[in-house]
């Protein structure tokens, strides 16, 4: 497995026989290298979408266009989107498991919000959520853009993710410390990642306090484009 963080909260996740895209915001990416979009993106088998905000969904799809992919997300946007752009979805709402290949993604509950701009405000966009990828033995929570909440202590103990990939950038979503706070408190990750930092002032810059806040855990700081094998 070769997790690769291509800023802010999209990711690249080569897992089985499958190229997974997560949340892929490239081109309006103030911390993505455009240039190595072609490497971010080749070989993609799916893009699975946690909500609609820009920052997550602006570019998807027009790139489940050109990649002639399906798009995996919460039902609502998924049946829009695919009435409005033609492109190949697979809708699905909390709860719900589907196959991709060798890979088995569920939809879990976060505690955000969801929507798309328009010239007369945002519109509703389905609720948002996140994910739980299990393959090659192991279960990545892909915690979404939220908060603590009181479903991660049943989400820990009944999918026993081992891989934690955590919005943590404060203001948003989950500071730093929340995030240790989550992380310890209802999953046992041997490996956290972070995500939703580093994009703009506003957020987080660095990883120290999660990492100070959880011992024994291999926590990664990582730049645009760096990847952990697992």
Known sequence: MKITWLGHASFRIAIGDQILLIDPWLEGNPVFPNDQKGEAIEGATAILLTHGHGDHGSEVPALAADLGVPVVGIY?????????????????????????????????????????????????????????????????????????????EWMGDYHKPDIGILSAGGHFTMDMERAAYAAKRYFNFKTVIPCHYKTFPLLAQNADVLKAGLPGVEVHDLTPMDSVTI
């Open 76 to 152: 609502d946007l998924m049946s829009w989107w695919e009435g409005k752009y033609g492109i190949q979805t697979v809708g699905m709402n909390k709860g719900g498991t589907v196959s991709l290949g060798d890979v088995k993604v569920t939809l879990v509950n976060a505690c955000h919000s969801s929507s798309v701009g328009s010239d007369n405000g945002p519109i509703y966009a389905g609720a948002e959520a996140g994910f739980m990828i299990a393959g090659e033995g192991h279960t990545i929570y892909l915690s979404g853009d939220t908060d603590i909440m009181a479903d991660m």
